[in-house]
């Protein structure tokens, strides 16, 4: 694994506007992912992975709200970037593979063209060189208008918040009006309350309005600098054109010179056919061809194990197994050559033996292309196959993070306990463990460790107070008292702990030898 860090979460906290309140989804998460590595990130449905993993996309639903943190990416901040700037980078950088591959392929469309959709979306070389030209100051103008928006929109937040706690409060006044309430001193309080909302009203439009007004002149610059940009850009990309079409023409005139001296049909035949495949390389100096296209769509359809795919190439998605289909995901997502690789729970909607094929695929297309992989999943099965890093969720916090011989071998968090205690095992003669309970509704999230209601290993500072980040070792970590220097000593489960020594027994090491 490289030291070359891609990509960097911090302090990531997202919520959802709903009408029963805000969902706290994600409170505070923080990794970074390295060139090359595979860092796997599990958890129970709703602990906020996907959501994680939207954010770093940039696809969140309109109702979400990113509260606080930064995702670092070349640099940038993804999530104060403008929608234009996503567009640079979602699908060429950063691909992503859904769970579904069935709601992700159009039914009605062949695989083929969905294949070669986004290459032929933007197959003009000069509409890209042109793009790239003005690419930094575009982002740096487009930027400034986001980073006006996000603020304007947190200062709305900021109103919205304190306007529903005075809401509310008058709501609960009225509620606990009883026979005796003095009715003046409520109308008052009601009154004075109501004002107050007006107040913050009339304080966030002015906010807002001094915020448009610092960003004016920022904004104004950017768009100048922008239009020059633009004016040079239109020259060099014309100049580009000019260029290679005189090119062109000077191979075709010397190719033509060629052939009116030639007298045997079989070099006539090979100039014509040279004159044809210089024509041919001028077009596709221009733009991407549909030959061209297809040519790469059944090089990436062989890649990720299609086979006979001239023959695929033009089937519809309901003609191909649940496995084939997710294959066809891969080979979309591949197209764009992207850096960083998504896998939201590829394999959930396939059987066992498909599912060790796609695991096994991403990891030699891993290996082939240098990828860095976040993968996404609820079962810690696969994680032993993909990972070099986990990252282990539970109610929007990462519980748990460490490499994965850390994680398999020298659990600390109950929550991790508890997910290897409910998976299947041949040796093991224990009955599996059953989670108890239900993850806690995120509307109100629990005071103190969210699992602890759910854990037997539940101490009374547990349901009091949130547990810190505590230091296993400089690559493990993990959010639990029972790590507190003060905590009486809690022994994993017998289930976990017997699977570890079978574990290291089959393989002949200690522990101390697999951690080095």
């Known amino acids: 694994m490289s030291n070359n860090k891609v990509l960097s979460v911090n302090n990531l906290t997202i919520s959802f506007r709903t009408d029963r309140g805000f969902v706290r989804a994600v409170r505070g998460v923080s990794f970074d992912l390295y060139k090359g590595e595979t860092l796997c990130i599990v958890g129970e449905s709703g602990s906020g992975k996907s959501v994680t993993s939207k954010a770093i996309m940039g696809i969140l639903s309109a109702n979400a709200i990113i509260d606080d943190g930064s995702i670092i990416y070349e640099g940038e901040d993804l999530t104060r970037v403008s929608e234009e700037e996503f567009h640079r980078i979602r699908g060429k950088k950063i691909g992503m593979i859904f769970q579904d591959p069935l709601s992700s392929l159009n039914p009605i469309m062949k695989v083929g063209k969905q294949i070669t959709e986004a290459m032929l979306i933007n197959k003009s070389h000069l509409k890209r060189l042109y793009s790239d030209l003005i690419a930094k100051e575009l982002i740096a103008y487009k930027n400034e208008i986001s980073e006006c928006e996000v603020e304007n929109e947190e200062i709305r937040n900021i109103a919205e918040g304190k306007i529903s706690k005075l809401k509310s409060e008058i709501a609960e006044l009225k509620e606990k009006r009883t026979a005796s309430t003095d ?192 993968f996404i999943t609820h079962d810690l099965g696969v994680v032993a196959n993909m990972a070099d890093r986990v990252a282990v969720m539970y109610a929007g916090k990462i519980v748990e993070y460490g490499n994965v011989n850390e994680i398999f071998y020298d659990p600390r968090h109950p929550y991790t306990w508890a997910l290897l205690s409910s998976i299947p095992d041949i040796d093991s003669k224990e009955r599996l463990e059953a989670i108890p309970g239900t993850p806690p509704n995120m509307i109100y999230p629990p005071v103190g460790d969210a699992f602890a209601l759910r854990s037997k290993y539940a101490l009374g500072i547990d349901f009091k107070e949130e547990p810190k980040m505590f230091e296993i070792t400089p690559t493990h970590f993990a959010a639990t008292w029972l790590l507190d220097s003060r905590a009486p000593i809690a022994e994993m489960p017998k289930i976990v702990s017997t699977r570890i020594k079978n574990s290291l027994k089959k393989a002949g090491v200690t522990y101390e030898q697999i951690s080095k």
């Open 183 to 374: 009715e003046a001193v409520l109308k008052d309080t009601i009154a004075t309350k109501k004002a107050e909302i007006k107040k913050i009203l009339a304080n966030e439009k002015l906010d807002i309005s001094d915020n448009k007004f610092s960003h004016k002149i920022h904004i104004q610059e950017y768009k100048r600098l922008l239009d020059a940009k633009k004016v040079i850009a239109k020259k060099e990309t014309h100049a580009y054109k000019l260029k290679l079409y005189k090119e062109y023409l000077e191979r075709r005139a010397v190719l033509k010179e060629k052939l009116s001296e030639v007298m045997s049909e079989e070099e006539k035949d090979k100039l014509e056919k040279a004159i044809v495949k210089n024509r041919e390389e001028y077009i596709s100096s221009i733009r991407v061809t549909k030959r061209e296209a297809k040519e790469a769509a059944l090089n990436v359809m062989k890649e990720v194990g299609i086979p006979e795919p001239e023959r695929r190439f033009k089937q519809y998605p309901f003609e191909f197994s649940g496995g084939m289909r997710q294959r066809i995901v891969i080979a979309i997502a591949l197209t764009a050559n992207p850096d960083i690789l998504i896998c939201d729970e590829p394999t959930t909607a396939l059987d066992v033996t498909i599912q060790a094929q796609i695991l096994e695929l991403i990891n030699k297309l891993k290996r082939e292309r240098e990828l860095s992989c976040i």
